[in-house]
């Protein structure tokens, strides 16, 4: 019986032994359901704790990063804090009708630029006005957070 804590799925952590060292880097992502346990992962090895910038709050992504340090601390070894930033996220400007449904070969123009004018069946306003540079014919865009996708 050993005195580490029980893991989620109930093994034990395991330490490298001095003869086989471990290269591997234990990324784990803090969020609701591990921020209570930070201090078990750092004890299990984690060595970078994650924390996803799409998510939470900034209070909820301090208190978690501070549990990191302290519980780092605590064990007497350092761990890493990855702050997850998302990448750009180009928005589709107001419909006329507040939502539109498009089907499989219909035309729709996403254009950067005249964005006070109301989207419509036959296009709407995207918040980058490149779009039309950066683009080329082939390339997939993806709508609603990649829900949908064309190209």
């Known amino acids: 019986m050993s005195d580490e804590p029980d893991l989620p799925n109930g093994d034990l952590p395991r330490q490298p032994s001095p003869a086989m060292p471990r290269r591997?880097?234990?990324v784990c992502t803090i969020g609701p359901a591990t921020?209570?346990?930070?201090?078990?992962?750092?004890?299990?090895?984690m060595d970078v704790a994650r924390l996803n910038f799409s998510h939470?709050?900034?209070?909820?992504?301090d208190a978690g990063a501070e549990a990191v340090r302290q519980a780092a601390t605590e064990a007497g070894?350092?761990?890493?804090?990855?702050?997850?930033?998302?990448?750009?996220?180009i928005r589709l400007g107001e419909l006329v009708d507040?939502?539109?449904h498009?089907?499989?070969g219909d035309r729709f123009t996403l254009r950067g630029h005249d964005v006070a004018r109301r989207g419509d069946r036959a296009g709407a306003a995207v918040t980058y006005p490149r779009i039309a540079?950066?683009?080329?014919?082939?390339?997939?865009?993806?709508?609603?957070?990649?829900?949908?996708?064309s190209g």
């Open 98 to 100: 507040g939502e539109l």
């Open 133 to 149: 540079t950066d683009v080329r014919p082939g390339d997939t865009i993806l709508l609603a957070d990649g829900a949908s996708s």
């Open 24 to 26: 591997t880097k234990l």
């Open 102 to 104: 498009l089907a499989t």
């Open 35 to 45: 921020a209570r346990r930070v201090p078990e992962l750092v004890a299990a090895g």
């Open 56 to 61: 939470g709050t900034p209070a909820s992504r």
């Open 77 to 89: 070894r350092p761990v890493a804090v990855l702050a997850d930033l998302s990448g750009p996220k």
